[in-house]
């Protein structure tokens, strides 16, 4: 009779731990990064909460951050100048991205940013904004992010070098 108790009572704890990881992978995150500045892992968002928040429009990381995505796949010398001029696209990007952010504060608007892991592609454009108008240095960027969103950072080395090139680019712009 205790043994049975005790068999019942390890499967369900086991299919409550079940249901907690499962809850786990599926939480949605939507963190107020910036005023107006949204990052999430989801896009199902009510109406209701995009009108609230005046978000005018949706970054799609999963589309618009492809740019080193099947690299992989190529010979090393094919595959280097493929980056190379993913890079230089990344920059022109990045620059581009972090004006719309600084407009839409501007305007007193809202814009989401949607990435599905949340720290892999969302977080490169935050920073981005960061370098270029907040005139921080990259590990200021790094700590502001982390003081809005507790889960760590998992940029791909590809964004870290852009961020970095970005960065370089910033600097020797700001001296001339």
Not at 107 to 119: C, G, K, R, V
Not at 121 to 139: S, T
Request: aromatic share 12%; proline share 3%; with cysteine.
């Amino acid at each position: 009779m205790l043994y049975s108790l005790i068999i019942t009572i390890a499967i369900f704890t086991f299919f409550i731990y079940l249901f907690i990881i499962k809850l786990k992978m599926t939480s949605h995150f939507i963190v107020e990064f910036l005023p107006g500045i949204w990052i999430s892992n989801t896009k199902l968002l009510s109406e209701k909460f995009l009108k609230q928040k005046k978000i005018k429009e949706i970054i799609d990381c999963n589309k618009e951050l492809i740019f080193f995505d099947g690299i992989e796949n190529y010979i090393i010398a094919i595959k280097n100048q493929i980056k190379k001029d993913k890079h230089i696209q990344l920059q022109k990007y990045l620059h581009k991205i972090s004006d719309i952010i600084n407009q839409t504060i501007l305007d007193n608007d809202s814009l989401l940013i949607y990435d599905p892991l949340i720290t892999s592609k969302g977080p490169v454009l935050i920073i981005a904004y960061l370098l270029k108008y907040g005139m921080l240095r990259p590990e200021q960027t790094i700590q502001s992010f982390m003081s809005k969103c507790k889960i760590p950072i998992k940029i791909d080395e590809n964004y870290q070098l852009g961020l970095k090139i970005f960065y370089k680019n910033l600097e020797s712009q700001s001296e001339s």
